[in-house]
């Protein structure tokens, strides 16, 4: 055999086995993302008293990572008055943790009137309705800094006020093609939030909810917790409002 054809031969060769190798650690990353899912689907079975099985996760829906890092949360500050963007598993959750807190509320906005049917049926079913209020806010055009965005209507927070944990995995992007959809959460609520108050962001390791967080850091007085990239599927970064 020539000496260019063998030397053909062997980079084709070395090239299958990079690609064989970049392959199985694929599968791996998957074996240990699948793992940890379903540990802390466990741990949340585990630590809440459930009247029924919590829906389908992942996907558009909260991971179990997120779920159990929200419950971990929510037993830490013990909040008195949760505002969730973007109803589900997680409305469930915080629900169940606060009933068995004995105080405070939850009140959960969605975009859509049929995503919050779905939720209200599984509150019923959950027997914990009495901990959560739902409210569908339809997207409206808000005015922020001479720029339009389409975000939750406001008239569904007029009444709010000593929010001090704050869940935002909305509005939904795959329903909205406006870039840093979730950036009005800030604008239009910092001046509801307590100091001190908590902020949890699901989908945290998208490029817009990145630059969403530096915009949010720049423009108020918040710091960044703590960022747990590693450690959830979607990503989630921590903040909490200073004073």
Known sequence: M??????????????????IQAQQQAILEEQ????????SLLSLYAQLTLNAPLPPMRGYAISPDFGALLLEQLRLR???????????????ISGYTLL???????????????????VAQNLRQHQIESAVTLRTAPLKPVEISGHSWDWYDPAAFADLDA???LVIDG???????????RY????????????????????????????VVERWLAEFDLTLVRDYSY?????????????
Do not use: W
């Open 2 to 19: 020539p000496e260019r054809e063998l030397t053909d031969n062997i980079a084709a060769l070395m090239a299958k086995l990079d690609a």
């Open 32 to 39: 240990r993302q699948h793992y940890r899912q379903v540990e």
């Open 78 to 92: 013990q909040p008195h008055c949760v505002v969730e963007l973007g109803s589900g598993v997680s409305t469930l």
């Open 100 to 118: 068995k807190q004995g105080a405070g509320r939850v009140i959960s906005i969605d975009q859509s009137a049929e995503f919050s049917a779905t």
């Open 163 to 165: 929010i001090d944990f």
């Open 171 to 181: 509005p939904a992007q795959y329903l909205n093609p406006t870039p840093q959809v």
């Open 184 to 211: 009005p959460a800030l604008p239009m609520l910092y001046s509801k939030l307590t100091p001190g108050a908590i902020i949890l962001l699901d989908d945290a390791d998208r490029a817009d909810e990145q630059q």
């Open 231 to 243: 450690e959830t599927e979607k990503g989630a970064k921590l903040l909490q409002k200073n004073g």
